[in-house]
């Protein structure tokens, strides 16, 4: 068995402080994922740039700013990738664990489920 509180075992001020904090780390994953979009787009810059500077012969100083870009957004992009996917667990688990049920949500109910 689990140690950790059930809806029921949980007080109202433990399930709302459990919820202030989903809500936090919501708003961190929002952002989060904005910088996400900023790695991808300058993964997609350093392609493109690596690309053209092979293509064209540029200098070699350029042909390494541009396959440095994609290697340091590509690995950022990959950590935001997967730690945004843990985040949105660990936020359903903590919603699940104050009595919310979250596959309801999806569907427009927006009450805790009472079991």
């Known amino acids: ?66 396959v440095v870009l994609m290697v340091v957004f590509g690995v950022a992009s990959l950590v935001l990738y997967v730690g945004i996917g843990n985040a949105k667990d660990n936020v359903r688990a903590m919603m699940t664990s104050a009595g919310y049920d979250m596959s309801a949500r999806k569907k427009g109910k927006d009450h805790p489920s009472k079991e």
């Open 1 to 66: 068995m689990s140690d950790a509180p059930t809806p029921t075992s949980m007080s109202d001020e433990e399930r709302a402080a459990l919820v202030a904090e989903a809500d936090a780390q919501t708003k961190a994953i929002i952002r989060l994922d904005l910088y996400k979009r900023i790695a991808y787009i300058m993964l997609g810059v350093g392609a493109l740039g690596g690309y053209w500077a092979f293509q064209t012969g540029a200098s070699g100083a350029l042909k390494a700013l541009f």
